[in-house]
């Protein structure tokens, strides 16, 4: 049984860093990770973050985070991480960790539901 669990969040101010962790368990890495985020409130879709491919070579990232966030896995402690730098209050939301199931095909999605496994998201808030 595949479980995630996420921590990490808090509150800080604009310009300020968190790192959010997962705690992985039960899954065999073979396929992407990746982080996404959904904001409070009716209509608010999971917005992707970044993945990463399984074997830990590749990352990917939204354009909006890219050269603030940074993806990383360490499979001995088998914990997923988000390094955020430099946030902005419009980084503020639920950050959510996610697995794919299956073989990885050489390809990382980065809409939501292609991911089957999810964490229960811990949160984020960035003032101004």
């Known amino acids: 049984q595949v479980q995630l669990v996420e921590s990490g969040g808090g509150s800080v101010q604009t310009g300020g860093s968190l790192t959010l962790s997962c705690a992985v368990s039960g899954y065999s890495y073979s396929n992407c990770m990746g982080w996404f985020r959904q904001e409070p409130g009716p209509g608010k879709e999971r917005e992707w973050v970044?993945?990463?491919?399984?074997?830990?070579?590749?990352?990917y990232y939204t354009p909006s985070v890219k050269g603030r966030f940074t993806i990383s896995r360490d499979n001995a402690k088998n914990t997923l991480y988000l390094q955020m730098n430099s946030l902005k209050p419009e980084d503020s939301a639920m950050y959510f960790c996610?697995?794919?199931?299956?073989?990885?095909?050489?390809?990382?999605?980065?809409?939501?539901?292609?991911?089957?496994?999810w964490g229960q998201g811990t949160r984020v808030t960035v003032s101004s």
């Open positions: 996610a697995a794919r199931d299956g073989v990885y095909r050489n390809f990382c999605p980065n809409y939501w539901r292609n991911f089957d496994y």
């Open positions: 970044g993945v990463i491919k399984p074997d830990g070579g590749g990352t």
